[in-house]
């Protein structure tokens, strides 16, 4: 597609349910990076992948973050067992690779709010 | 460690020029980016810089970078209203590949 696509753009869910987020990155582009922004914490990196590499999970903040990427294209993060603290924006971003300088092109967002 | 400063806000006259100043903490920072986010959307990119500049002019646009001081701006010239919004400085660090470290952000308000 043209741009970086996410979904939901919205969810609001109750503590403790699981939820899913979507990212479709920019066609080609080998490489796809979860951010979380949140007024407490401000921009932080979650997980990146790149190509067929292990992933980079260093800034999940617990067990209840995972990621996947399937066929080198989409991802999901899925957070388990939900809390109020994991409400946020929960951005994607993607670029052509992760070397040179490559800029991050991001999508709008999913908000996220646990009520 | 790896951070990235900036002023939170700026206040200035439609018509005037701003800017937008960081400072970050890795001297051996390979890229530095400027990103625009208006309320409800995610991050434009708006002008990156290889270390090895010292500026890089686009349209309205020049961003200034001392390795010396590890000091960024970014000017806007003519600021137009539709310029308000959260500008965020980032560096990806010597130390990685790919993941960007986030200033704060700086909200420019542009009065008519």
């Known amino acids: 597609g043209a741009g970086v696509s996410q979904s939901p753009s919205n969810k609001v869910t109750e503590k403790g349910k699981d939820v899913e987020l979507r990212c479709d990155p920019i066609?080609?582009?080998?490489?796809l990076y979860w951010y979380r922004q949140s007024l407490g914490q401000g921009l932080e990196f979650l997980i990146y992948?790149?190509?067929?590499?292990?992933?980079?999970k260093s800034g999940l903040p617990s067990d209840r973050f995972s990621a996947e990427r399937t066929g080198g294209s989409v991802s999901t993060l899925t957070i388990q067992r939900t809390q109020q603290e994991d409400s946020a924006v929960y951005l994607c971003?993607?670029?052509?690779?992760?070397?040179?300088?490559?800029?991050?092109?991001f999508g709008d967002g999913t908000r996220l709010s646990i009520l | 460690g790896e951070d990235v400063e900036q002023s939170l806000f700026l206040s200035v006259r439609e018509g005037d020029s701003s800017v937008i100043n960081c400072t970050y903490t890795?001297?051996?920072?390979?890229?530095l980016y400027w990103y625009k986010q208006e309320p409800g959307a995610g991050l434009q990119l708006l002008t990156y810089?290889?270390?090895?500049?010292d500026m890089k002019q686009d349209q309205r646009l020049t961003v200034l970078l001392n390795k010396k001081d590890k000091h960024l701006s970014l000017r806007i010239a003519d600021t137009q209203t539709g310029d308000s919004a959260i500008y965020f400085c980032?560096?990806?660090?010597?130390?990685?590949?790919?993941?960007?470290?986030f200033g704060q952000g700086t909200t420019l308000q542009v009065k008519p």
């Open positions: 890795d001297s051996s920072s390979t890229y």
């Open positions: 066609s080609g582009h080998t490489a």
């Open positions: 980032a560096e990806i660090p010597s130390s990685n590949t790919g993941k960007l470290i």
């Open positions: 992948f790149q190509g067929n590499s292990a992933p980079d």
């Open positions: 971003a993607s670029s052509r690779n992760s070397q040179g300088g490559q800029p991050q092109h």
């Open positions: 810089i290889f270390s090895n500049m």
